[in-house]
């Protein structure tokens, strides 16, 4: 079991985000993001009659002015999450930290639909046929075939690719898209917000090469270049070996677990061209040990960073750097919280035993490390760029 941490409250100044304002981003996705979601689950696997009264009984429970019940006892994890859940549960859902209510939210989908329970439902992802019609896209074939111009690219060129490449695979987020609409996505802004990939690169070329810490968020196509970065990690010597932290259940929708990195090599190894040299290579290296594939409970924990485990700390201390992935890892970084955007990214993530890098497209109202100048330049934009997912940011803290 993990033990609960102290609860570091380095800047009293800066709230923790809840969801209690009508019409605010948080208050959206706890009212119409999360009963879209249970809909859509809903139609998208023939469960059986009391599993529709299960998610019947979270629709109501999550509903607005509805009020938290703890997890069943039976449930595994139930004792941690009472821990988590001190003061939060029986008080209503728009009124607690929203990073909280949002997991806990998953996690009670989970046990609606019987994924932990012994019997014929159990370690079934209710979000697999989402995430299977989107691994299996014409996009994904076009973006596999787009990977044969790599060998043509100068080494330079190759960095900064498949870095941003990587970056931008953050777009590709399921959970988003419910309330975005299939195609509602804005389009993509290309300047970074902040841009720190240089920095990136140097810290990767400098001393030895070490072992990396990746730290996915979503499956199929943000998990591919993902992996394909993880491929040039290792094959230009730049990391001795990657660590690929993965969600140990299925979450946030779309978040990779084991089988969707299975999926993926899967994919990659039956493409044609580079692509399946790449896959190839990559199951090669999950057989030697190269690149590890780990699981960790609190990559599933209601909480930032700040209050990790000591031995997921330990892990992220040895690297030569963590990279976080997308909009969730970020909140969890940097403290979900309504920090002033210009609060710098190194005091933000002081807590983090390592070096780290962010890699994230904006999806939610957490922001910092932006320069007066950029901040006062969205803000007058008019756009809602905090949480439209089309402008994104490479941070790094050496
Ligand atoms: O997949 P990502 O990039 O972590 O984004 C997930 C994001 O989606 C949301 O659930 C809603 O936008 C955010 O709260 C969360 O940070």
Redesign the pocket.
């Known amino acids: 079991m993990i033990q609960p941490a102290p609860v570091p409250d380095s800047s009293p100044e800066a709230p923790v985000i809840v969801g209690d304002v009508a019409g605010s981003?948080?208050w959206g996705?706890l009212h119409e993001?999360h009963p879209a979601l249970i809909e859509r689950v809903r139609r998208a696997t023939p469960y059986p009659p009391e599993l529709h009264k299960a998610l019947d009984d979270l629709l109501r429970e999550t509903g607005e002015g509805g009020v938290i019940k703890p997890l069943d006892d039976s449930e595994p994890g139930a004792a941690q999450w009472k821990l988590w859940g001190e003061g939060h549960v029986g008080r209503r859902w728009a009124d607690v930290p929203?990073l909280w209510a949002?997991s806990f939210f998953y996690r009670k989908l989970l046990a609606a639909l019987g994924y932990f329970v012994p019997g014929p439902w159990q370690g079934i992802d209710p979000f697999a046929p989402f995430k299977n019609a989107e691994l299996t896209s014409a996009e994904v074939d076009e973006e596999l075939s787009a990977l044969d111009r790599i060998p043509q690219l100068t080494a330079d060129e190759r960095d900064v690719t498949l870095l941003h490449a990587a970056l931008w695979g953050?777009r590709a987020?399921l959970?988003?898209r419910i309330?975005a609409g299939e195609s509602g996505l804005g389009d993509r802004v290309t300047g970074l917000v902040v841009d720190d990939t240089q920095a990136f690169w140097q810290l990767l070329g400098s001393g030895s090469p070490g072992r990396v810490c990746l730290v996915a968020?979503?499956a199929g196509p943000?998990l591919l270049p993902d992996l394909v970065l993880a491929d040039h990690l290792i094959t230009t010597g730049r990391a001795s070996s990657v660590a690929l932290h993965l969600k140990p259940y299925p979450y946030?929708v779309?978040?990779a677990t084991t089988t969707d990195v299975l999926a993926c090599l899967a994919r990659m190894t039956a493409a044609a061209g580079y692509a399946s040299e790449i896959g190839h290579r990559l199951r090669e290296a999950v057989t030697d040990g190269r690149l590890a594939l780990l699981a960790h409970p609190f990559s599933c924990a209601p909480l930032p960073y700040a209050e990790m485990p000591a031995d997921l700390r330990r892990d992220f201390a040895l690297a030569k750097v963590t990279v976080m992935?997308?909009?969730?890892?970020?909140?969890r970084l940097v403290g979900d919280r309504h920090w002033p955007a210009t609060t710098p990214f190194a005091d933000v993530t002081a807590h983090f035993p390592g070096p780290v890098a962010a890699l994230?497209?904006l999806?939610?109202d957490v922001a910092t490390g932006l320069t007066a100048a950029t901040l006062a330049q969205l803000d007058g934009s008019g756009a809602p760029w905090r949480?439209s997912?089309t402008h994104a940011l490479v941070q790094v803290r050496a």
């Open positions: 981003f948080p996705v993001r929203f949002e953050n987020d959970g988003f309330s968020d979503n943000e946030y779309s978040d992935k997308g909009d969730l890892n970020y909140r994230r497209t999806k939610s949480t997912g």
